[in-house]
């Protein structure tokens, strides 16, 4: 089959429509593609509102399921948690129309990765790993992106036409996943010492020396307002983080290695998407929910949660 020579004419699919799906269907609009496509697992459920009011606002086509979104696509963009992985490629390679590309945004082991190229690629379709290397929202759509797998070099400058900053790891698949996973160890491992230690220095009353020491160790930080923005992101996408940390786990063992740090940042993560499921932070969607620009005020939360 022979796409279009321009990517702003392809019917472009997003498998999944949280945040990020949502950022990528706005900006793409944005660039001019004239036919988005949609699935989200909440369609039907009694979350999907918000998914309707901005696929109508935004002009994106909901499609029944991901087999329905596979088979209308030229690139289905893959960006569900980490645990959906293999089952989107699983539901969609059977529909997929030859040469489709696949673009796997997952936060995935090299193993998963792997797993899923080979069920796209054996259906007829291009399967390319993206391994998105910082948040999305503060970039959008000009998130640096790196790319691997065969067909990387082929799909890059399209992406860049698309608005993309895309850049190739390797015709390899796995190493753009594991330069993300292995960052991930650092970066997202850093998000849950720093709830743990800020919660529990609050607790017993030493936050400020505690901060002025880090300060004082690593200048280069502006520890209040990062410590602020850890708690916010984490608490409103600890149950996305928790999962991407187990397959950051998943990675160090497949390195040979035990995953000490990542296994016990992914329960420190899905502690606080309970918390938040909870109700402890306020309710989801609203304007107070994980904002506030003083972390003690989340710590605090923690705090009283834990002792009742």
Known sequence: MKLPANPLQWSIGLVGYGEVGRILAEDLRARGVSDLLAYDIKLGSA????????AAQYGVRLMANHAALARAADLVISAVTADQTRAVAVSSAPTLKPDTWFL???SASPG????????????????????????????????????????????????TELGFVASVASAKLGVASATKMCRSVMIKGLEAMVIESFTAARAYGVEDAVVASLYETFPGIAWEKQGAYFFQRVIEHGRRRAEEMREVAQTVREAGLAP?????????????????????????????????????????????????
């Open 104 to 106: 796997d945004f997952n």
């Open 47 to 54: 979350q999907d509102a918000p998914l309707r009011a901005h």
């Open 260 to 308: 000490c740090s990542a296994a016990a940042s992914a329960e420190r993560d899905a502690a606080m998407a309970a918390l938040a499921d909870a109700g402890v932070f306020g309710a989801r969607g609203s304007s107070e929910f994980a904002r506030s620009a003083d972390w003690r005020i989340e710590a605090d939360r923690i705090l009283a949660a834990a002792r009742k």
């Open 112 to 159: 998963a990765k792997i797993a899923a190229a080979a069920l796209i690629d054996a259906a007829g379709g291009r399967y390319v790993e993206g391994a998105v290397m910082t948040s999305i929202p503060p970039h959008r759509i000009r998130v640096p992106l790196l790319l691997g797998g065969p067909g990387a070099a082929e799909l890059a400058p399209r992406l």
